[in-house]
């Protein structure tokens, strides 16, 4: 069984930036897929970006350019840096991971498999 905690939200003003940690705890932490999520109230969930066990990242096109998914797998840890953030960013962001190492754009549909909690993020105007 895999645990995920987020943490490092808050609220900011527009323009600003926030970094997301997300703890892994479990097996194999480092060999897997992990992504980062966001659910806006009334919307659907939102795959942002996803990085492989190797490092390599997938980005959305509403994210890309502004947010980067990293990891250290010495520490067990997902990062999301979020930068230029708008009010519409407003959502509670969500830590992923699958079982395998590689990931792959459907990703950001469905397929996930382990899932935290939340850490709610707020960008005023």
């Known amino acids: 069984q895999l645990q995920l905690v987020e943490s490092g939200g808050g609220s900011v003003q527009s323009g600003g930036s926030l970094r997301l940690s997300c703890a892994v705890s479990?097996?194999?932490?480092?060999?897997?897929?992990m992504g980062w999520f966001r659910q806006a109230p009334g919307k659907e969930r939102e795959g942002l970006a996803l990085?492989?066990?190797?490092?390599?990242?997938t980005y959305a096109d509403s994210v890309r350019g502004r947010f980067t998914i990293s990891r250290d797998n010495a520490k067990a840890t997902l990062y999301l840096q979020m930068n230029s953030l708008k009010p519409e960013d407003t959502a509670m962001y969500y830590c992923?991971?699958?079982?395998?190492?590689?990931?792959?754009?459907?990703?950001?549909?469905?397929?996930?498999?382990?899932w935290g909690k939340g850490t709610l993020v707020t960008i005023s105007s």
């Open positions: 479990g097996y194999a932490e480092s060999r897997r897929c």
């Open positions: 992923a991971a699958r079982s395998r190492s590689w990931c792959y754009a459907t990703l950001f549909y469905d397929g996930m498999e382990y």
């Open positions: 990085i492989g066990s190797d490092g390599s990242p």
